[in-house]
């Protein structure tokens, strides 16, 4: 069945401008997360989505990043302002919630943001 | 909160021998670990998961990971190493929620 997409695959963008990466979760799935990876680092946490409940947005690094997820499914990450340090790849993962073929999460491709 | 450690940046093996890629965790619940494998370019994949039951866990190219709760370790090992086994491995912890903590990342090297 289909993954995870996610869109654009890759965005250029100058200094300042606002950017939006979208993400599609696999159907049914009711968590979506959004991390940030660096070159050459590690995952950083951004924020979740469980259900219809409030996102956890603990892992934001400033207030210029929002997110949104639609109908429990559709999600954006908007970054506003963008500024050269936002320049990674950013990751977006969903997952099943309940049962023991849960918990594991199942990864996009990734958008890779440039800011010039 | 629950957290993940990946005290190595990097693991260099030659090929055929055993390799570990270590992890430690912290939780203040029960642990649900996870290990994951990112190839050059290509995203993330599911390698194995700790849920309950054994304490040994074998995943997905020969891997395995043992659980260690007096340690609070989740190391992940192959008893013989591949060229193709190169790659970033990241752990993950998550609790009794739906969200997940991953380490910093180790990278492997294996030279022929």
């Known amino acids: 069945g289909a993954g995870v997409s996610q869109s654009p695959s890759n965005k250029v963008t100058e200094k300042g401008k606002d950017v939006e990466l979208r993400c599609d979760p696999i159907s049914g799935h009711t968590a979506l997360y959004w991390y940030r990876q660096s070159l050459g680092q590690g995952l950083e946490f951004l924020i979740y989505?469980?259900?219809?409940?409030?996102?956890?947005k603990s892992g934001l690094p400033s207030d210029r990043f929002s997110a949104e997820r639609t109908g429990g499914s559709v999600s954006t990450l908007t970054i506003q302002r963008t500024q050269q340090e936002d320049s990674a790849v950013y990751l977006c993962?969903?997952?099943?919630?309940?049962?023991?073929?849960?918990?594991?999460?199942?990864f996009g491709p990734g958008t890779r943001l440039t800011v010039t | 909160a629950q957290s993940v450690a990946q005290p190595e940046d990097q693991v260099n093996v030659a090929e055929g021998n055993p390799l570990t890629v270590k992890c430690t965790y912290s939780?203040?619940?029960?642990?649900?670990l996870f290990w994951y494998v990112q190839y050059p370019n290509r995203g993330l994949q599911f390698l194995l998961k700790?849920?309950?039951?054994?304490?040994l866990v074998k995943g997905s190219y020969g891997f395995e990971a043992e659980f260690n709760k007096s340690q609070t370790s989740f190391h992940l090992k192959k008893p013989s190493a591949l060229v193709s086994d190169s790659a970033l491995y990241f752990c993950a912890v998550r609790e009794n929620n739906n969200d997940m903590r991953f380490g910093a990342g180790t990278r492997l090297t294996v030279k022929p």
């Open positions: 939780v203040s619940g029960n642990p649900y």
């Open positions: 700790y849920i309950t039951g054994d304490n």
């Open positions: 989505f469980q259900g219809n409940s409030a996102p956890d």
């Open positions: 993962a969903s997952s099943s919630h309940g049962g023991f073929n849960s918990y594991e999460q199942y």
